[in-house]
């Protein structure tokens, strides 16, 4: 996997099949895992998992497209791709998640533009913006009442 990030400015990182990699890995750019990685964490601008790809870690990245395996949670910025054969066991943030027919997926999806914020609080903050109280309609209607008796 090849991105350009600007005008020849090209990323190009593989842990390759067969290779097994442990640690904690920061990168500034692409990566993509063919063979192993397990660690304490690992950061990428645009992560790639390989159909053979295995992670066990948490991940923080910009983007995420998954093939293969993950135990670990995926907080992305922009979004998550996980293609038919991908596996995951963990919890994932993102603001888009795409995921396609045949995929496992085991925890938690968290998906909203402001990752800050809690989706929660969101959801349940636009619930109760103009909610009606049912109380303060029967206590009007009752009070309309009584002026008309």
Known sequence: MAIVKGAGDLSNNVIGEKSYFCGSFIINGSLRIDGCFEGKNLKADQLYIGVDGKVKTNIEAVSV????LIMGNINATSRVLLMPTAKVYGDIRTPE???QNGVLLEGRCT???DL???A???IKAEYEKNKINPDEIFKSSEKKIKREI
């Open 120 to 122: 929660g609080d969101v």
């Open 116 to 118: 800050r914020t809690s």
């Open 97 to 99: 998640l795409i995921i």
């Open 65 to 68: 497209i998954v093939e293969g």
């Open 111 to 113: 998906i909203a533009n």
